[in-house]
């Protein structure tokens, strides 16, 4: 059975989430805050390395929507609206026409942006 | 397999991807070690090279004598140290400002006479103002997200969590506490005792000034503790936060942290009453902006 969600647990509380609602997730020191459509947050206390693994461990199928940029960021590529290379700018546009403005590394958009050209053929 | 932390800011990886993974780039990693291999033969070099015996300065003929031996042992001593210690600190009502300069940097540090600080969200302050001896803008806002930056406890209900910035203060049953640290019990403490706590960049720490990377020019405000006193010190022009926290560690701060300057929203009051506003306050864009307010004594 395809497993949709992702569940992410700690000893006190459990955040389970659609993968189809995850926007992007960016790290806040030794926590993570995810952003899902609609615009709520929520902080979860792990590393955004340990989140990555989660994914990866937990939605096999759904995982490779997801993309690390860099140290701090995991996408949606289901979301991506924009990249501008030079002014450092991914833009993510959700269900709803809400707008979430990122910033990365040149290099890390260049390849983003060839990475989704490529999926497009 | 992912490997989980091996990546770096310039490449991306498609999680449980098989066929991408971090994207080619410049051999960093073997430049890195060759560096790593040739400095470590550089410093062992160094060791082992005889060394010529240590030398005092020499004496030259404009210059007084220094005994070097007894430096550590002097007393500090500092410009504001008269004043601090002239303040009336039973009696004394508002804020007690004192114009200096020092490095050709002009100062103005204002201490709040018989306040006890809190913590507030929003623009309440700015409306209140007349209840208020002292505020500023306390913790930063994202850029992104329009979230308090870095942890932050409000009369005890912490509100954001989060190491982005080094230096903090806490405000626990009355005492009022600056400091820098990674982990601080003092969040804790916070939130059980029903205080405040706000992270900022850390300017000076134990009297030694902490380097930070915003580089550029603007007008700094910092939270210092300097000979017990809480103050707040602010440039009355444009400066780069070296040369802010130069200036502080200079004029006698034992510890600070930054406050939000440039255009950032600020008011003090003095014994009479006369009220200064500092900043842009038309602009009232963030509803989790967070100031730290002095009020007067007979609102606490």
Not at chain 1, 37 to 61: D, F, H, S
Not at chain 1, 92 to 116: H, P
Not at chain 2, 10 to 35: K, Y
Not at chain 2, 56 to 66: K, N
């Amino acid at each position: 059975m395809l497993n949709t969600h992702l569940v992410i647990s700690t000893s006190n509380d459990l955040l389970r989430v659609a993968a189809s609602h995850i926007l992007y997730i960016s790290s806040d020191g030794n926590y993570c805050n995810f952003f899902q459509t609609g615009g709520e947050m929520r902080l979860v206390t792990y590393q955004l390395g340990q989140v990555e693994r989660m994914i990866a461990e937990q939605l096999p199928e759904l995982s490779t929507q997801f993309v690390r940029i860099g140290k701090s960021l995991i996408i949606n590529l289901n979301y991506v609206y924009y990249i501008h290379v030079p002014k450092q700018q991914l833009i993510l546009v959700d269900g709803q026409q809400n707008r979430y403005t990122l910033s990365a590394s040149k290099e890390a958009l260049k390849a983003l942006k060839e990475l989704i050209e490529k999926n497009s053929l | 397999m992912i490997r989980e932390e091996n990546i770096s800011d310039s490449e991306i990886r498609v999680i449980g991807g098989s066929n991408l993974q971090p994207t080619p780039t410049f051999p960093w990693r073997v430049v890195a070690v060759s560096l790593a291999v040739i400095a470590a033969v550089v410093a062992v070099v160094c060791l082992l090279w005889p060394k010529a015996p240590e030398q005092l300065p020499e004496q030259g003929i404009f210059e007084p004598e220094t005994n070097y031996a007894s430096l550590d042992n002097a007393p500090k001593t500092h410009p504001l140290q008269g004043w601090l210690a002239s303040l009336d600190s039973i009696t004394a009502v508002g804020t007690i400002t004192k114009d200096t300069t020092v490095n050709d940097i002009p100062l103005r540090i204002y201490v709040p006479m018989n306040s006890t600080p809190r913590l507030e969200i929003g623009y309440g302050a700015l409306d209140n103002r007349e209840r208020n001896i002292l505020f500023f803008q306390a913790a930063d806002v994202r850029a992104d997200n329009k979230k308090i930056v870095g942890a932050f406890v409000l009369r005890g209900q912490p509100l954001s969590w989060g190491l982005s910035k080094r230096g903090y203060c806490a405000i626990i049953d009355g005492k009022v506490t600056v400091g820098v640290a990674d982990n601080s019990p003092l969040f804790e403490q916070a939130t059980e005792h029903g205080g405040y706590f706000f992270r900022q960049y850390p300017l000076v720490d134990n009297g030694r000034l902490v380097e930070n990377e915003l580089k550029n020019k603007s007008i700094r405000r910092g939270l210092c503790e300097i000979d017990g006193h809480i103050a707040v010190v602010a440039t009355q022009s444009t400066e780069s936060l070296h040369d802010f926290a130069q200036a502080l560690v200079d004029i006698g701060v034992s510890n600070a942290i930054y406050l939000v300057g440039s255009t950032a929203q600020g008011w003090s009051m003095d014994a009479e009453g006369n009220g200064t506003k500092m900043g842009l306050w038309d602009e009232r864009p963030y509803k989790n902006i967070s100031f730290i307010v002095w009020p007067l004594t007979s609102d606490i």
